[in-house]
């Protein structure tokens, strides 16, 4: 059973920046895609950035340009660098570790409890 717990959030003004951690526990977090996603009050949980085991890289919109996730398979992290941050990305932050099944035919999803980022004045 793979275990994620977040770090780093809390509240930041406009324009700040906030570095968030996710730490794997358990399974091999080199094999698995691991992601960030938010959810807003009221609104549906999006994909902010993901980066996959050989280290490519995707992000949605909502994380183009300012946003640029990492990870550190020796220290099983996976990491979100947040800049200009802009109220709307009042959200809570959850980490997603993806394992690819039967060939990458399906795969399991875990999650972490999240971490909430609040940027306000």
């Known amino acids: 059973q793979v275990q994620l717990v977040e770090s780093g959030g809390g509240l930041v003004q406009p324009g700040g920046s906030l570095r968030l951690s996710c730490i794997a526990s358990g399974g091999i977090f080199s094999a698995y895609t691991m992601g960030w996603y938010r959810q807003a009050p009221g609104k549906e949980r999006e994909l902010v950035a993901s980066i996959t085991s050989r280290g490519t890289t995707n992000y949605a919109v909502v994380g183009q340009a300012r946003f640029t996730i990492s990870r550190d398979n020796a220290k099983n992290t996976v990491s979100l660098e947040m800049n200009s941050l802009k109220p709307e990305d009042t959200a809570v932050y959850c980490c997603?570790?993806?394992?690819?099944?039967?060939?990458?035919?399906?795969?399991?999803?875990?999650w972490g409890q999240g971490t909430q980022v609040t940027v306000s004045s």
């Open positions: 997603n570790a993806r394992e690819y099944l039967n060939y990458g035919r399906t795969y399991r999803d875990y």
